[in-house]
């Protein structure tokens, strides 16, 4: 391996993202014989083909996609040291990468101002996506910290907890249950609910909640692509839905959505700041990440405000 360069790795750095080798030499400034030769030098210190040539583009192998792990580790470190060398020369710059869950954007801009208010010279990124593009963020190397409501399981993380997540069922002012009290949960299960894609968060934890009526969750409900959509046909008047109370902050001050008082919610879960245990720490995401740990709480949306009537119950969640 001695014989590879910085150049060889951007190679087919470049190759993989764009697909083709003319976008990928054209990203970097090459001809494409240029690039040619240089993946062909790859492959022939390896003795394996790095990509499959297809009618579609260049598919990456096995040995393909290790190499490009190794890249991706390389580019990082390589980050980490010029972030380490701004540190020792007292330079509080750096760039971090935040990817969060799109439950987390109701509130990751406010949390993210007040950081940078702190720290005005490092270059923060936001990322927003579902569960599955989050995790798919993570395992690509394409963020560095992730904020969500359950550390990922597919790749290798560390998680740390910075804050409470309430989880609620709500309905639109006129539904018949709004002035019911301790509803229960047989009596819920017979609403017809708005619900998240399969491995979203708050599905998982409304399918748990539901697991012991029988057969409901072979039918859970209507799918949906985001909370806002949700949101809106609640008040729509289509159905009732179990969401994060961090998302609902203006819907219910201003009375046009309202939180079901049911027996066993809100159901207590928490937000965690994620990274890779791979991953080299860099000087700007310990930084957020002590952050976090000592004021992320304090930009979380007020839950008691939410549901007034219950506050002695979340106290005791």
């Known amino acids: 391996m001695r014989n590879l360069s910085l150049k060889h790795f951007k190679t087919v750095q470049a190759i993989i993202k764009c697909g083709k080798i003319v976008s990928a030499a054209k990203m970097l400034g090459l001809s494409p014989p240029a690039l040619t030769i240089q993946l062909r030098q790859v492959e022939e210190e390896f003795q394996l083909a ?18 490009f792990e190794t890249a991706q580790a390389i580019e990082e470190h390589l980050g980490l040291l010029e ?4 540190a020792i020369k007292g330079v509080r710059t750096g760039s971090l990468r935040l990817g969060v869950v799109s439950t ?17 010279d490092i270059d923060m990124r936001l990322a927003i996506g579902n569960r599955a593009q989050t995790i798919d963020n993570l395992r690509n190397h ?3 910290i992730a904020l969500m409501g359950r ?5 290798p993380v560390r998680a740390s907890v910075f804050g409470d997540h309430p989880l609620v069922i709500i309905a639109p002012p006129d539904h018949p249950l709004v002035a019911a009290r301790d509803i229960s949960k047989e009596r819920i299960a017979e609403e017809h609910f708005l ?6 968060g708050t599905r998982i934890s409304l399918e748990i909640f539901l697991s012991d009526v029988p057969g409901r969750i072979d039918d859970l409900g209507v799918e949906m692509a985001s909370n806002e959509t949700i949101k809106q046909a609640v008040m729509a008047g289509l159905g009732i839905a179990f969401i994060s109370a961090h998302t609902i902050a203006a819907e219910t001050e201003s009375g046009r959505l309202v939180i079901l008082d049911v027996v066993g919610m809100p159901i207590r879960r928490q937000w965690f700041s994620v990274m890779r245990t791979d991953h080299a720490i860099s000087p ?10 000592r004021k992320g709480a304090m930009y979380l949306p ?12 979340i106290a005791r969640t």
């Open 302 to 313: 007020l839950f008691g405000k939410l549901y007034p009537d219950r506050r002695d119950d």
């Open 284 to 293: 700007a995401m310990a930084t957020f990440n002590d952050f976090l740990m």
């Open 104 to 120: 987390a954007k109701y509130f990751a801009p406010r949390l993210m101002a007040a950081f940078m208010k702190d720290h005005p």
């Open 151 to 155: 550390p990922a399981k597919e790749v």
């Open 83 to 86: 972030d380490k060398m701004d």
């Open 50 to 67: 790095l990509f499959d040539r297809t009618s579609d583009g260049m598919r990456p192998t096995a040995a393909g996609l290790a190499f």
């Open 142 to 144: 394409d963020i560095d």
């Open 195 to 200: 619900i998240r894609e399969p491995g979203s």
